[in-house]
């Protein structure tokens, strides 16, 4: 029996070009990055748009995905092999154009958690994948330090005589950690004698649910990073008047934190295809996409740019098209729909431990998630869409045959892809059905449109979220949410995009809820705002902003020898 090597052995065992050949394929000389070591850079994104617009704009292709099962699907691995694959192509016509990825960094929490990296898997992954997937740049950490000076600016106000009036009771900011520690969740900070502050409760986020994860992903630059910044709600006064963090006078010191953190970090596939992995966001509390300014730059830079977003396209699509987009001014040219059979097996009702059995009914019966996706992307938002199967070792040929019958029964592209196991080769059959997609369907910027109107009540956009993208029949808001909506539309913060927090495992709020379900309500249980992001954010259902560990989680099985080298990441 064929031993199947695991991604980090397949990664240790990839020979890299170094940084600055990378940065070469891009047209940047050694003036333009800063390399943290020979395989990693930070980019100067300043002398990126310093150089002339592209006569052809880059075409931008978001890779999302169906409702995954909880062992999730290999869309990153999709969009790094999809990037290698379309390299390959241009590659052998001779086009000279060229193809970069952007992605979101991984979150330590996850990585020692049960989650895993995000760095791809087999052959389409991105180096150096421990360095990724173990601090990187240092990106995050910067991000939590920014978050806790703010957090210890507004405690020592408080304490220093409280100029603000600040209610304690009413302390919006948390404090922030990049890893799973459910014992932080909720916390009391400042027990003790008088001199070690103010008691009251408080306590942690991990550093991706932050709202400066948010901030530093959607500025587009060092200005507008730093009006963000001042721009958050911290908490109210004693008279319910909003306190921003410019008040404190804390957006200076929190943007000389993030300044080198901001630039975008460039990397490389296995087959060396340039790729800037940057932010992470996570996909329920916010909007989970890399940051703006990493897409910006790969668009100024290359031909073709990939880029994805978390969950599936109810959460992850509709989020970057209606926040990032919009708040961007970012055009997206097409789609490519991740699907598995297991996925789809998954929403026809089969258990996950009986996903690697071939199953044709509950295929069938899973087919209504995947096109009412597909539907999402071309009726909502106007966008083309090729699916790309995402091949697993279990599935059958008659499975095979199934979805893609059903998806060209319906004038759906659709391709298998094989690339965790060849790379972009397994992938070139998925490129050809893009390029001819793009080639055949060249969209005016107006022909991509927006969800809904921001000038709505902010009911009527959760609503038409809920109908219009889940298929629901209608929402439900509790009087707590409701109240707070009356507070928002008082301080006029009403006007703003929608981030709903829900399951990712239906288009429901119910995570038992599978397939395309139908005569649901959506439920609004809470309500709160990032007024530095600028969305408002929709509570549906239990979400953690800190996640715990699990019984066994990977860390137990992480280690490092004596010279340095690491085992057990994934």
Known sequence: MTTVPSDIAIAQNATLQSINSIAAKIGLSTNNIEPYGHYKAKINSNDVFAKPVKAKRSKLILVTAINPTPAGEGKTTVTIGLADALNRVHQQQKSGEITMVALREPSLGPVFGIKGGAAGGGYAQVLPMEDINLHFTGDFHAISAANNLLAALLDNHIYQGNELNIDPKQVLWRRAVDMNDRQLRNTISGMGKTTDGVMREDGFDITVASEVMAIFCLATDLADLKQRLGNILVAYNRDKQPIYAKELKAQGAMAALLKEALQPNLVQTIEGTPAVVHGGPFANIAHGCNSVIATRVAMHLADYTLTEAGFGSDL??????????????????????????????????????????????????????????????????????????????????????????????KGIEVALTQVWEKGGAGGEVLADALLKLLDNHDPLPSQFRLAYDNDSSVEDKIRTIAQRIYGAKDIAISSLAQSKINRLEALKLDKMPICIAKTQYSLSDNAKLLGRPTGFDIHVHDISISTGAGFIIVICGSIMKMPGLPKHPSAERIDVDDVGNITGLF
Do not use: W
Request: proline share 3%.
């Open 316 to 409: 992850g699509a509709q989020k970057f098209f209606d926040i990032k987009c919009q708040l961007s001014g970012l055009t997206p040219d097409a789609v490519v729909m991740v699907a598995t059979i297991r996925a789809l097996k998954y929403n026809g009702g089969i258990a996950k431990d009986e996903l690697t059995t071939e199953n044709l009914l509950a295929l069938e019966q899973g087919l209504p998630n995947l096109f009412k996706h597909i539907e999402n992307m071309q009726n909502v938002y106007g966008l083309p869409v090729v699916v790309a199967i995402n091949h697993f070792i279990s599935d059958t040929d008659a499975e095979v045959d199934l979805i893609t019958q059903a998806c060209k029964a």
